[in-house]
């Protein structure tokens, strides 16, 4: 199962998504993490701390990889759930990283990864920020990024079986049915 979580900044989507998935996960299921905020500055280092802390109350197993979700791909089976979190970040970081702004051969290739993530594990949940409110600025780097981000959105929505959408902390399911147990 894949469940695609939008919304705003603060709209409650990533406490959802981690609340959904320990709801999915029974207990022969493990719980996977993958955090994609890269280590930039002592603020970023701060949250990422915070974050960790946070999860170690509950039994995340949490992967660092701010791009390139091939090299983990392998590690999940159908015992995981893994929560992504979030799309926004993976999507800057393999965009930016390489300087080749490639959208139309980037977005295919992060499908294809969410693809086979969604169906190497029991559950995918992917955490993703709406920043389409205000339109779409004619700044070269700004617009590429939102048009990448837009089409990915498009197509893991597609590939999804429920997607929903955050808005002051409650979840408006956008396509799909929740599954029996499930929230």
Same mark, same amino acid.
């Given at each position: 199962?894949?469940?695609?979580?939008?919304?705003?900044?603060?709209?409650?989507?990533?406490?959802?998504?981690?609340?959904?998935? &320990? @709801?999915?996960?029974?207990? @022969?299921?493990?719980?996977?993490?993958?955090? @994609?905020?890269?280590?930039?500055?002592?603020?970023?280092?701060?949250?990422?701390?915070?974050?960790?802390?946070?999860?170690?109350? !509950?039994?995340?197993?949490?992967?660092?990889?701010?791009?390139?979700?091939?090299?983990?791909?392998?590690?999940?089976? &159908?015992? !995981?759930?893994?929560?992504?979190?979030?799309?926004?970040?993976?999507?800057?970081?393999?965009?930016?990283?390489?300087?080749?702004? !490639?959208?139309?051969?980037?977005?295919?290739?992060?499908?294809?990864?969410? &693809?086979?993530?969604?169906?190497?594990?029991?559950?995918?949940?992917?955490?993703?920020?709406?920043?389409?409110?205000?339109?779409?600025?004619?700044?070269?780097?700004?617009?590429?990024?939102?048009?990448?981000?837009?089409?990915?959105?498009?197509?893991?929505?597609?590939?999804?079986?429920?997607?929903?959408?955050?808005?002051?902390?409650?979840?408006?399911?956008?396509?799909?049915?929740?599954?029996?147990?499930?929230?």
């Amino acid at each position: 199962m894949i469940v695609f979580i939008s919304g705003g900044v603060r709209s409650g989507k990533s406490s959802f998504a981690e609340q959904l998935a &320990k @709801t999915m996960a029974e207990a @022969t299921h493990s719980l996977h993490y993958i955090a @994609t905020a890269m280590r930039t500055d002592e603020e970023m280092e701060a949250r990422i701390a915070h974050h960790q802390q946070q999860r170690k109350r !509950d039994r995340w197993q949490t992967w660092e990889q701010p791009y390139d979700l091939d090299r983990i791909i392998s590690m999940f089976s &159908k015992r !995981d759930i893994v929560l992504l979190d979030c799309l926004t970040n993976l999507w800057a970081n393999e965009l930016f990283r390489d300087h080749i702004w !490639d959208v139309h051969g980037k977005v295919p290739r992060i499908v294809q990864q969410m &693809k086979r993530l969604g169906d190497k594990a029991k559950g995918l949940i992917i955490v993703s920020n709406e920043v389409f409110y205000d339109g779409v600025p004619n700044e070269r780097g700004t617009y590429m990024y939102m048009h990448g981000l837009g089409l990915l959105h498009q197509h893991l929505v597609t590939l999804s079986d429920v997607a929903i959408l955050m808005r002051y902390g409650l979840p408006i399911v956008k396509k799909g049915r929740w599954p029996c147990g499930v929230v």
